[in-house]
């Protein structure tokens, strides 16, 4: 079955730190790969999305590159501030309607930014 | 664009009553929307999905006659959590899939249920 493996958190930062989430992934098929981010207190907003190998998405600073090599969708940004303290979550979707577009996620990232 | 919205955001209730939570898409029609239950500090876990004008389709493990849901336009899904009790409290979100070609789901903000 479809699987999504992230690291543990949570992660603390200094303001202006460079971030990477890795995340790893087991899948049928050529899957969507997302990364989500959870503010306190509410719902999921989408960051960022690639749809096939090499792809690069790309949102407020945060990239990701879909390696299907080493099944990897990991997140970074150069230069985090305080407001990017959240939980991040990897997660992929199952290939083109297959199951409902089902999303599986990953565990969550905690990321702490201080000042 | 493709905004979800959740009514209530809170709510507590009493042991043995019943609870609706509403999911509407307000600025697209949602050909599927999905309900996934969070426990403190964990991840999402997928519940259900449904469809519009059809039975929800339930994940292994989930309760269909304590989480009733009804699909019952392309813009409002609701989840019932039927005679409540204090292990179902938890963070309920709800997503919507705006078209069959996108693999993009659009997330509510979530409501909280505290069960005393």
């Known amino acids: 079955g479809n699987s999504v493996t992230q690291m543990e958190g949570p992660v603390t930062l200094s303001e202006e730190a460079f971030l990477t989430i890795n995340c790893t992934y087991t899948a049928t098929g050529y899957p969507s790969l997302f990364w989500y981010v959870q503010y306190p207190g509410e719902g999921l907003q989408l960051l960022l999305k690639?749809?096939?190998?090499?792809d690069k998405g790309s949102n407020k600073g945060f990239e990701a590159t879909y390696r299907k090599e080493t099944t990897s969708f990991h997140l970074e940004k150069g230069s985090v501030q305080v407001s990017d303290s959240a939980v991040y979550f990897c997660?992929?979707?199952?290939?083109?309607?297959?199951?409902?577009?089902?999303?599986?996620f990953g565990g969550g990232t905690r990321v702490l930014v201080k000042p | 664009g493709a905004v979800v919205s959740q009514h209530p955001s809170r709510v507590i209730c009493k042991s043995g009553t019943s609870v609706k939570i509403e999911c509407r898409s307000l600025d697209f029609q949602a050909t599927t929307m999905f309900w996934y239950r969070q426990f403190p500090k964990q991840s999402l876990m997928l519940m259900a999905t449904s469809n519009e004008g059809s039975k929800a389709t339930y994940e292994q493990g989930v309760e269909k006659d304590k989480f009733l849901i009804n699909h019952a336009s392309l813009t409002l899904s609701t989840l019932t959590v039927t005679s409540a009790h204090p292990e179902d409290s938890s963070f309920y979100i709800c997503s919507a899939d705006d078209s069959p070609y996108t693999d993009t789901q659009y997330f509510g903000p979530g409501t909280r249920l505290t069960v005393l």
């Open positions: 690639a749809t096939k190998a090499d």
């Open positions: 997660a992929l979707s199952t290939p083109p309607k297959a199951a409902g577009n089902k999303l599986t």
